[in-house]
């Protein structure tokens, strides 16, 4: 879409004209247009920030959560952003002729869209590390346990240890284990569905205001 500036055009493009021009640099790093389901490696993001020599930090995150629960966390939120956004304008330019996006500007945009990522990735990939841990075993009855153990000293003392087991005369130890059914496995699944779809809607709503629709422009 362009405007007239007297002599100057101001134009913006697309985030997937934006990927349009970075295949044009490493062909099918980003879906191509029109996209259809299964032309394209789940894992097209992060191998496209690879091959432009973007490396991503998250400095907050645990050094206990894997680079490939991350990586397969960032692709899984980017292709639900491409989905909701591709048609959606990221980037003006004002320039003296009618072009097209060049590959240091194509950069800058992709740059936006990390610069969202980056200060976002810390607060969510933790909620879907939890979120993926609690729902581990859904198939299976949440359980409770608990042990104790109760020593009985027949034998009085004046002063020392008496409640060691060389002066106990009787050593009781129990245990035990409870499961029951917390509502049922489908609502355990409902609700596991409900809590992956709200954390990603919310996640991707982040990258809502880089965006501008034709009726913003």
Do not use: C
């Amino acid at each position: 879409m362009e405007w007239m500036h007297n002599t100057k055009i101001e134009k913006w493009f697309t985030y997937q004209e934006v990927g349009n021009k970075i295949n044009s640099l490493s062909p099918l790093t980003f879906p191509p247009y029109p996209y259809y389901g299964g032309q394209m490696a789940s894992n097209w993001w992060t191998t496209a920030m690879t091959r432009l020599s973007k490396p991503v930090s998250y400095y907050e995150l645990s050094s206990e959560i894997s680079s490939n629960d991350i990586n397969a966390i960032i692709d899984y939120l980017m292709n639900v952003v491409y989905n909701r956004f591709a048609k959606f304008y990221l980037y003006g330019i004002i320039t003296d002729e009618d072009r097209d996006l060049n590959m240091t500007e194509a950069t800058e945009a992709i740059d936006i869209i990390l610069n969202v990522l980056v200060n976002t990735a810390p607060k969510y990939i933790p909620i879907f590390i939890q979120n993926k841990n609690s729902n581990a075993n859904l198939l299976a009855k949440p359980t409770s346990s608990s042990q104790s153990i109760s020593r009985f000293n027949d034998t009085p003392q004046n002063g020392g240890l008496f409640d060691d087991d060389e002066h106990t005369s009787k050593i009781s130890e129990s245990s035990y284990e409870t499961s029951a059914d917390m509502g049922s496995l489908v609502e355990r699944l409902n609700d596991a569905f409900k809590n992956f779809h709200s954390i990603t809607l919310e996640w991707s709503n982040e990258f809502a205001r880089i965006f501008l629709s034709e009726e913003q422009i």
